[in-house]
């Protein structure tokens, strides 16, 4: 029995976790949950899962669970150092880090100082400090286990290979609800257009990411520093099938690719039980039905997005950091109706460019980048993105 904890229960990634766990009670005990401020569904997932500890945003929230489950000893922290305090909980094998955007950060750094097996989701969090999480990570001798479908698929494909004879990595993308629209429809998309992806159903923010292809170009630093590879050998790859997740090339020319289903309960399910390969009750591809695998190059002009990212990979230090922070202001902007579509992009790319980047940056730089990034976008936002 692995005795895990979710952060992020209450998300797209957490609560299929919760659902491959369902499937197989005998091998893994949920002990803690943690939502932001959905409690509503906090409280389903406690009584459906009974972990002893849970934790939320804040203390109004704590309360009205607290009055919600009546007599209970369930032990409820609250906020960003209530995350980090469970991340060190002793009764925790293993942590699946499904908090969205930059909050993962903190909470990701403690539970490697602990020395956890982490299954991670989050991307974000790698973005900004890949170099440092990854360093301390191999010093604490705290395992990562990538759950992003990309990620696990590359990591299946290296698993007891030598790094230093990867000619190239295909990291695949469906290319999005926007692979066939022409540039110029862009400029009036709605919300609910973006978030309509073709191939997998996921939280909002991701949903927008995708669109803007900006989730690819996360996907490459996140690759860039999971498996310490250069950006120049990463290379984006349209596959609207979304069936193989991403392919290592060797120099021998020999190419391994990882094929499933378009669910995340996969890569879920494998970071979980990893090394071992469990019964999935999922149906299986069927290869006789598959007619075709189509792979295109990316369209850098139409998603100028994953142009950024190759540069921000490029330039290193704290780039990827107001990259990242100029996105998640940039789509929460989107969401709430106040800038185009194609803001997201003209956004991001005018806070980089004023920013000044420091090299090797420790954690206070990242932090402090971040912050500036978020400062800078707003007083963009204030005179309108052209
Ligand atoms: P969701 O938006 O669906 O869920 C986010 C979860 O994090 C919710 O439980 C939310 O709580 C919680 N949360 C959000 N902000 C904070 C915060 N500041 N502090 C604490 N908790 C917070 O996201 P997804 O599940 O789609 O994605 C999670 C991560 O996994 C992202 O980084 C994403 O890029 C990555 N990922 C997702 C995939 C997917 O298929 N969805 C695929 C690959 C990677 P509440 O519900 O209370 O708001
Ligand atoms: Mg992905």
């Known amino acids: ?44 997932q406690i009584k459906s899962f009974r972990p002893s500890v849970v934790c939320v945003k804040d203390r109004q929230l704590a309360r009205s669970l607290r009055r919600r489950l009546g007599s209970s000893d369930l032990n409820i922290l609250v906020g960003e150092i209530g995350l980090e305090e469970l991340a060190g909980y002793k009764g925790i094998d293993q942590i699946v880090m499904a908090i969205s955007g930059s909050g993962a950060l903190k909470p990701l750094l403690s539970a490697i100082e602990n020395c ?17 999480i990854m360093q301390r990570a191999c010093v604490k001798k705290a395992r990562i286990i990538p759950v992003d479908s990309e990620q696990s ?9 030598d790094k230093s004879r990867v000619r190239s990595i295909y990291l695949t993308a469906s290319g999005g609800p926007f692979f066939n629209t022409p540039k110029e429809k862009l400029k009036h998309v709605s919300v609910a257009k973006v978030l309509e992806h073709p191939r997998w159903r996921m939280g909002k923010k991701i949903s927008v990411d995708s669109a803007t292809l900006i989730n690819k170009g996360l996907e490459l630093l996140e690759a860039m520093y999971l498996f310490d590879i250069s950006a120049q050998k990463i290379k984006v790859l349209i596959h609207p099938q979304a069936i193989v997740h991403s392919m290592v090339e ?34 299986p591809l069927d290869f006789y ?13 139409k998603f100028p ?9 490029e330039e290193g230090g704290t780039a990827p950091s107001v990259l990242n922070a100029a996105d998640e202001v940039a789509v929460a902007e989107f969401l709430k ?6 803001g997201i ?19 206070s730089d990242i932090f402090l980048a971040d912050r500036w990034a978020r400062e800078e976008s707003a007083a963009i936002l204030e005179k309108g993105v052209k």
């Open 1 to 44: 029995m692995k005795n895990i904890a979710i952060f992020g229960s209450t998300g797209s990634i957490g609560q299929n976790t919760l659902e491959v766990i369902r499937g197989l009670k005998n091998q893994f005990r949920v002990v803690a949950l943690t939502a932001n401020s959905n409690i509503e569904l906090l409280y389903r």
């Open 116 to 132: 956890k097996t982490i299954a991670l989701a989050n991307k974000e969090a790698l973005v900004m400090a890949g170099a440092l």
């Open 153 to 161: 698929a590359i990591w299946q494909c290296l698993e007891g290979e």
């Open 250 to 283: 060797f120099v021998d020319g020999v190419v391994m690719a990882e094929l499933s289903a378009t669910d995340m309960r996969i890569p879920i399910q494998y970071a979980l039980s990893y090394p071992k390969r469990l019964l999935s009750k999922l149906k």
């Open 289 to 301: 039905k598959l007619k075709e695998l189509d792979f295109r190059p990316p369209d850098f002009v």
């Open 305 to 313: 997005c994953l142009r950024l990212a190759y540069q921000v990979a």
């Open 337 to 342: 109706g106040k800038i185009a579509f194609l």
């Open 345 to 363: 992009p003209k956004l991001i790319e005018k806070v980089l460019s004023r920013h000044r980047n420091k090299n090797n940056p420790g954690l």
